[in-house]
């Protein structure tokens, strides 16, 4: 399944890593650290950087979203949810 993150970014569930609330990218040396080195080898897109509220992390990028920790792990068990859904529809077509 895939997650809105805000603007026009559009993730894979399975590839969050981590959700976690923007103001630790400013309150925690390793997060900034971190964040610092991602944006040298061009693995942050920084489109929300300005009214971000969350960071997302995935396998391969650091995306800074304008929604709440909150609003994005709603949307990932939203997905969740879904994703059993369609495996309990599979098994009422079989019989």
Do not use: C, P
Not at 3 to 19: T, Y
Request: hydrophobic share 40%; charged share 30%.
């Amino acid at each position: 399944m895939f997650i809105h993150i805000g603007e026009d970014h559009v993730i894979r569930s399975d590839d969050v890593v981590a959700i976690i609330d923007h103001a630790l990218f400013s309150s925690s040396t390793i997060v900034e650290e971190m964040i610092m080195n991602l944006k040298k080898e061009k693995k942050v897109v920084e489109s929300l950087y300005e009214s971000a509220k969350s960071i997302v992390i995935t396998d391969d990028f650091v995306y800074f979203s304008s929604l709440a920790v909150s609003t994005l792990r709603k949307r990932s068990q939203l997905a969740i949810t879904l994703d059993k859904l369609e495996d309990y529809s599979d098994n009422y077509d079989e019989e």
